[in-house]
T-cell receptor
C-alpha cells in the first residue's frame, strides 16, 4: 500500500510569485485535505476535495486554490505569495467525503517565501 | 466554533518517566477526538483516536480517554522512551464543522536518556 506523497519537499519563492504543490493520495482514498502549519503552531485547515469537487474550506483567502484529479491526486495553488505564507503545507487523504474518518498525512512541503 | 486547547510545552522528561499531556476541547455536538504525533522533519502520524464518550484510544503504550463531562482527552504514557521525543497534537473533527480537523497548538516532548 502506497502512502501519501507530496512534492516538492522544499521550495523557496519570492513574494508576489505563484506556487503549486502536489499531493498523491493513499491508494483507495478519494478525499484530500490540505493544511497549513506555521512554525510552532498546529495545522490549520485550508480546504478539502472529494471526488474532484471542493468539499469545505477554512479561513483562507481566494488566492489559495486547489484541484483534484480523476486519480484523486491534488494540487494546492497559492497566488501572490506573501511572507506569512511561509509554512509547512500538509496533505492528508481519507476515504469517504467526511474527515471524521482517519486522515493519513504526507510528509509535507516546506515553503519559504522571501 | 470548534477549538482545542492543549498543554503548552516544552516538556522534558527522563527515560521511563510518566507522561501526561492535557487536552480540552470546545465543540458543537459529538466530535471525534485524535492525538497525532510529529517526529522531527516528518508529517503527522495518527497516534490514537476515540469517537464517542468514554472510549479509550490506545497505541504504542499511549492512552487517552474521551471524557465528555470534562470535555477532555488527555494523553498518557506510563514509561517514555527517547524515541517518544516528538511534537504531539490533539485534534477533533465534528459534523457541525464539516468534519475538518481542528488542531491544538502542539506540545513538544523531549525525553532524555
Amino acid at each position: 500500500e502506497t502512502g501519501v506523497t507530496q512534492s516538492p519537499t522544499h521550495l523557496i519563492k519570492t513574494r508576489g510569485q505563484q506556487v503549486t504543490l502536489r499531493c498523491s493520495s493513499q491508494s483507495g482514498h478519494n478525499t484530500v485535505s490540505w493544511y497549513q502549519q506555521a512554525l510552532g503552531q498546529g495545522p490549520q485547515f485550508i480546504f478539502q476535495y472529494y471526488r474532484e469537487e471542493e468539499n469545505g474550506r477554512g479561513n483562507f483567502p481566494p488566492r489559495f486554490s486547489g484541484l483534484q484529479f480523476p486519480n484523486y491526486s491534488s494540487e494546492l495553488n497559492v497566488n501572490a505569495l506573501e511572507l506569512d505564507d511561509s509554512a509547512l503545507y500538509l496533505c492528508a487523504s481519507s476515504s469517504g467525503g467526511q474527515s471524521s474518518y482517519e486522515q493519513y498525512f504526507g510528509p509535507g512541503t516546506r515553503l519559504t517565501v522571501t | 466554533g470548534n477549538s482545542v486547547t492543549q498543554m503548552e510545552g516544552p516538556v522534558t522528561l527522563s527515560e521511563e518517566a510518566f507522561l501526561t499531556i492535557n487536552c480540552t476541547y470546545t465543540a458543537t455536538g459529538y466530535p471525534s477526538l485524535f492525538w497525532y504525533v510529529q517526529y522531527p522533519g516528518e508529517g503527522l502520524q495518527l497516534l490514537l483516536k476515540a469517537t464517542k464518550a468514554d472510549d479509550k484510544g490506545s497505541n504504542k503504550g499511549f492512552e487517552a480517554t474521551y471524557r465528555k463531562e470534562t470535555t477532555s482527552f488527555h494523553l498518557e504514557k506510563g514509561s517514555v522512551q527517547v524515541s517518544d521525543s516528538a511534537v504531539y497534537f490533539c485534534a477533533l473533527s465534528a459534523r457541525a464543522n464539516d468534519y475538518k480537523l481542528s488542531f491544538g497548538a502542539g506540545t513538544t516532548v523531549t525525553v532524555r536518556a
